[in-house]
């Protein structure tokens, strides 16, 4: 079971990369908990499962 999901958001152009999500799966229901940007402008953020 997972509580909640922490991503670290980099600013690369890429024609394609992993899902987070595969196809076929239900996305729980998340709310934003934190974020932060840095000034290499990359992206923390931390999503709660409801």
Known sequence: ???E???FTYPVVQGRGRR???DGYTIPA???ADSKSFRSGIT???Y???
């Open 1 to 3: 079971m997972v509580d």
């Open 44 to 46: 923390y953020t931390c």
């Open 20 to 22: 987070l999500f595969p």
């Open 30 to 32: 998340l709310r934003l």
């Open 48 to 50: 709660a499962v409801r």
């Open 5 to 7: 999901y922490r991503l």
